[in-house]
């Protein structure tokens, strides 16, 4: 009876410690609680100090925060509980859906430290510098998620766009979701909601489960194929079109309409012209190398899919937080604008946007007002490297075009009494103001579109309409030129009586601003893989070689402090003007 008593105590009182968190479920030896937080506050101790940790070759990166993190729990540890670690660590696994990489979490050591935990080889030391690293990978988790395993003002210096929390607010919302929600529902409340984010997440898991979704042979080079074409390269292109799910099998022997219908659609799908030929730009689209193993972690030598998808959900991070019910998106990589309300497209239109040598920014702002008639003022940058050379070959360029020069003080002069050649190197040195005047010929067509930013752009028409047809539509010097600009000014007047008048004012050819009833939020976008709603991805030229210089930045090491806890600091970068 003594015995059976005895073990009966010692159960109820493993069972009071489990419950309390005091001990591992499978460890040989438990461990005081007052000895694993004296370890604990050992350990931050030299933190404090400014020691950095290394524990199992992997450097502690929250240096800043850990520290807080524990205070505030009395350096009590936070991970005692089975359930929640393997929660953890499921999470870093899960983490490659969103592009990230499970190395840059400590999973390796993790999982070594855990076998050893769970088998009692672990001193209280040990134990301790577990505990940290399972906070460290937790805290460096959320905060890739919520500001971007990349800083955003490194890649974008003029970036504007909302954030799910505040740096200063970013701990005791880990610490409270973490309490309301586990890890997992925390770490899921600090991604972007946005259909586009979610939609791309699950390509990427999609893509990671099913690698040989497009690993067939490529479609051989040569002679574009046409409708009728046959052949083994037309065999071939229609393999490949059945792996990426826009032909459904068999693969017809020649390019009948069915293929050619499935071409287009492919096209559609990687913003090309669909014409249903399958020439040297939808070859090259056609012959991308297929996705990554199924068991390799997204990383540096990944095929360029899913090397697309880890940088475009690493923008969507930056990007897609707090969008609101109506906005403009421009899709700057894709060369469309649309009109959005409550996920739909309201409007839609092909948009012209800035060249490699002068880029359209990505930013957030609203349009307040339009301009009916513009005036033009040429930029001091567009004069020295556009204008002045024009007017050295052509001293009539500027009458052509309804180009007036001004003194400082607003007093016409002739452009013919001007030494075009001594400001050819002169940036900002010109001494005078060249207005076009409003008209058909105007670089700003007959109406522009303005919201606040540091970059001087803003949304306009053109006289430059053939440039709407073209597939490449990076034309510009920054501005986004708009193929259907009154249709969209009308939706945001909202009435036939404001649309009236403004039809009254453009006829007059006078310059004359309408203020908008309401603002209109408009938010730029960089991105050059998209999923859509049928769950298949966009690949999109990346038109200003931006995928490249990003993912560099992700496949770097996991920097100590790297801007954790540090605001970023942005810089604005000079303003960008439209051209002729």
Not at 240 to 260: F, H, N, Q, W, Y
Not at 387 to 406: F, K, S
Not at 428 to 438: D, I, N, V, W
């Amino acid at each position: 009876m003594f015995e059976q008593n005895h073990r009966s105590g010692l159960l109820r009182q493993f069972r009071i410690l489990l419950l309390m968190g005091i001990i591992w479920v499978g460890m040989l030896v438990p461990l005081a609680a007052s000895e694993l937080s004296d370890a604990i506050h050992t350990e931050m101790e030299r933190i404090r100090s400014g020691e950095r940790l290394v524990v199992e070759g992997s450097w502690l990166a929250m240096t800043n925060m850990l520290p807080r993190f524990y205070e505030s729990r009395n350096f009590e540890p936070a991970w005692q509980n089975t359930r929640t670690v393997e929660e953890l660590l499921n999470s870093i696994d899960d983490i490659a859906n969103d592009g990230l990489r499970p190395s840059d979490y400590h999973i390796t050591a993790l999982k070594k430290m855990y076998g050893e935990l769970q088998q009692g080889r672990l001193n209280a030391t040990q134990t301790a510098r577990f505990d940290l690293l399972c906070s460290d990978a937790l805290l460096l988790m959320a905060h890739h998620l919520a500001f971007g395993r990349v800083p955003q003002g490194l890649m974008h210096t003029a970036w504007n766009f909302a954030q799910p929390v505040s740096r200063d607010d970013f701990l005791p919302y880990v610490q409270n979701g973490l309490a309301r929600n586990g890890v997992a529902g925390m770490l899921r409340q600090l991604l972007p909601q946005h259909p586009d984010y979610v939609r791309l997440r699950d390509a990427m898991s999609r893509y990671r489960r099913n690698p040989g979704a497009l690993s067939v042979r490529g479609t051989g080079g040569g002679t574009p194929l046409r409708a009728g074409a046959r052949g083994p390269r037309v065999t071939q292109l229609g393999e490949r079109l059945v792996a990426s799910g826009d032909l459904a099998a068999p693969v017809p022997e020649t390019m009948d309409a069915r293929m050619i219908q499935a071409l287009k659609n492919f096209q559609r799908r990687h913003n090309m012209e669909a014409d249903g030929v399958a020439g040297p730009r939808t070859l090259e689209a056609l012959n991308m190398p297929p996705e990554a193993p199924a068991t390799a972690v997204p990383a540096a030598g990944s095929s360029q899919r899913i090397n697309k998808i880890r940088v475009n959900l690493e923008r969507m991070r930056w990007f897609l937080r707090n969008v609101p019910k109506q906005y403009i998106l421009v899709d700057v990589a894709g060369y469309m604008a649309y009109l959005m309300k409550d996920g739909h497209v309201l409007w839609s239109s092909r948009v012209q946007v800035g060249r490699p040598q002068r880029q359209t920014p990505a930013l957030r702002s609203q349009i307040d007002f339009l301009v009916v008639n513009p005036t033009w003022t040429v930029p001091p940058t567009i004069i020295a490297e556009d204008t002045v050379p024009a007017m050295m070959a052509d001293p009539g360029y500027l009458a052509r075009r309804n180009i007036q020069v001004l003194d400082r003080q607003g007093r016409p002069v002739n452009p013919g009494s001007i030494n075009w050649a001594s400001y050819r190197n002169a940036k900002g040195k010109f001494p005078y103001l060249l207005r076009q005047e409003p008209g058909p010929r105007n670089a700003l067509g007959r109406i522009k579109f303005i919201f606040p930013n540091s970059h001087s752009v803003y949304l306009h028409d053109t006289p430059n309409r053939g440039g709407f047809s073209r597939g490449n539509r990076g034309t510009s010097s920054g501005c986004v030129r708009i193929d259907r600009p009154f249709e969209l000014a009308d939706l945001l007047l909202k009435s036939p009586a404001a649309s009236k008048n403004l039809r009254a004012v453009l006829a007059t050819n006078k310059t004359k601003n309408i203020n908008l009833s309401e603002p209109m939020p408009i938010m730029l976008f960089y991105w050059t893989a998209q999923a859509g709603p049928d769950g298949s991805v966009i690949f999109k030229n990346d038109i200003y070689g931006r995928d490249s210089a990003l993912l560099e930045e992700m496949n770097k090491p996991v920097q100590v402090e790297r801007n954790y806890q540090i605001p970023v600091k942005v810089e604005m970068v000079p303003d960008v003007h439209e051209i002729l």
